[in-house]
């Protein structure tokens, strides 16, 4: 992998909308060529025989199980609503 170069740099800081110094793209040149170089070594390695995982650590389940039981009736979930209006919520309107 080959540095990245002073208008390679220039054009990655206009996409993102950036006002580099030329300190600054000196520097993110050395720094985003570092982490290329970094990314290029991770593709040579053979993970074939690695299953995908989206995660290192083991499944666990952290959640309580999916039980079906009976929801709210209008009146309890209205109770704490400042204004109710025909079984719904009534709010400010936000266009005139």
Known sequence: MTK?????VEHIA???RLEL???EKARY????????EHAARLQELDTSDIPPTSSVLPTRSVLRPD???PGL???ELLSNAPRAEQNQFRVPPILE
């Open 4 to 8: 990245l170069s002073l208008a390679e």
């Open 14 to 16: 206009q996409l993102a």
């Open 21 to 23: 110094t030329a300190e």
């Open 29 to 36: 040149s050395e720094q985003l060529s570092a982490i290329l």
């Open 67 to 69: 039980v079906a039981r």
């Open 73 to 75: 009736t209008p009146d």
